[in-house]
């Protein structure tokens, strides 16, 4: 689902936002002083993903109260891990104490105690949601519905976090992790190891962790494919593990390393033939970190079963190879 104010008159775009979207679909409470509501703008998409509901919002500035009439009206007994993508968020009329949430953070709560939130700065919320419903969690605790808002302090999570997020929010892609339900678990645990419930030598957290470096040493290949000397030490280096750990955590993945490395190198080739047709190949293959280009339309051919230069030429004519 995505919707957009756009779709709204402009006079009618707070109200609707607030009636239908805030309160009927999110469950809060939403607020703008009237003077402003004219140049309002929001838009959000709803996923439902691994048995979990991911959201990305994006809206100018305004407050949010999910209040104790707001969770009679609209209860969701899940566990929401956010990650803040704007200019940061505050976040305050709990229990606990008022906190911030800046740019790339992350923060943790259960959907069914109330809250007050608004952006900080001009540039309003954005912000990704992740809804756990409570059932699909199987580490069941009692604390986990005492889950007031909270930031995430341990900073080893935070890449972790990052990562899982990028790969859940590409896994309805060709290319995307298939395993969605495996990081919608993982984001779960490691929100629980953050806030002591799951301990992260326990089975769960360990299989969190697992999850989650995956996700993180693709992050990393990804980053580092124009390096020719990319290699299972540089990774895990920047992993923080043993190089037998992680080649552990590629045994369970559907690829290995090195056909991770390979593949992600090819998909960005195809990429880049696509975007800027006039590059020539040799080029291309070197940047993508190929040793030579002998090697390049070898492992291309191998994948795509044609030349680099005929796939180049279908691409133009609006056809791709399998994958």
């Known amino acids: 689902m995505y919707w957009c104010t756009d779709e709204v008159e402009p006079h009618d775009r707070f109200d609707y936002w607030r009636e239908i979207r805030a309160k009927g679909l999110f469950g809060v409470t939403a607020?703008?002083?009237?003077?402003?509501?004219?140049?309002?703008?929001?838009?959000?998409?709803?996923?439902?993903?691994?048995?979990?509901?991911?959201?990305?919002?994006?809206?100018?500035?305004?407050?949010?109260?999910?209040?104790?009439?707001d969770i009679a009206y609209a209860p969701g007994d899940s566990i929401c891990v956010y990650q803040?993508?704007?200019?940061?968020?505050?976040?305050?009329?709990?229990?606990?104490?008022?906190?911030?949430?800046?740019?790339?953070?992350?923060?943790?709560?259960?959907?069914?105690?109330?809250?007050?939130?608004?952006?900080?700065?001009?540039?309003?919320?954005?912000?990704?949601?992740?809804?756990?419903?409570?059932?699909?969690?199987?580490?069941?605790?009692?604390?986990?519905?005492?889950?007031?808002?909270?930031?995430?302090?341990?900073?080893?999570?935070?890449?972790?976090?990052?990562?899982?997020?990028?790969?859940?929010?590409?896994?309805?892609?060709?290319?995307?992790?298939?395993?969605?339900?495996?990081?919608?678990?993982?984001?779960?645990?490691?929100?629980?190891?953050?806030?002591?419930?799951?301990?992260?030598?326990?089975?769960?957290?360990?299989?969190?962790?697992?999850?989650?470096?995956?996700?993180?040493?693709?992050?990393?290949?990804?980053?580092?494919?124009?390096?020719?000397?990319?290699?299972?030490t540089m990774v895990a280096d920047l992993l923080g593990v043993s190089v037998r750990h992680l080649h552990m955590l590629f045994e369970a993945a559907e690829k290995s390393f090195s056909q991770t490395v390979t593949n992600e190198r090819l998909k960005q080739s195809r990429r880049m033939m696509r975007e800027a047709p006039e590059r020539l190949i040799a080029d291309i293959a070197t940047s993508c970190g190929f040793e030579s280009l002998a090697t390049y339309y070898r492992v291309f051919n191998a994948a795509y079963g044609m030349a680099p230069g005929d796939f180049r030429a279908r691409g133009s004519e609006g056809s791709e190879p399998p994958r």
């Open 31 to 69: 607020e703008l002083e009237r003077d402003r509501r004219a140049d309002f703008f929001g838009e959000f998409s709803l996923r439902q993903i691994g048995g979990a509901g991911l959201v990305e919002l994006k809206a100018s500035q305004y407050t949010v109260e999910r209040s104790k009439s």
């Open 84 to 232: 803040q993508l704007g200019s940061g968020g505050w976040f305050g009329g709990m229990r606990s104490a008022d906190f911030a949430i800046a740019n790339g953070s992350f923060a943790t709560s259960h959907t069914d105690l109330s809250y007050r939130t608004a952006p900080l700065g001009a540039g309003g919320f954005h912000l990704r949601i992740l809804k756990i419903p409570m059932g699909r969690i199987p580490a069941q605790d009692k604390r986990m519905r005492e889950l007031a808002p909270k930031t995430f302090n341990d900073h080893a999570l935070a890449p972790l976090l990052a990562a899982c997020f990028a790969d859940l929010g590409e896994a309805a892609g060709d290319d995307g992790p298939v395993d969605a339900a495996s990081l919608v678990q993982a984001l779960a645990h490691l929100a629980l190891i953050e806030r002591g419930i799951v301990r992260p030598g326990s089975r769960r957290g360990q299989a969190a962790l697992r999850t989650a470096r995956l996700a993180q040493a693709r992050r990393l290949i990804e980053r580092h494919l124009q390096d020719p000397n990319l290699a299972p």
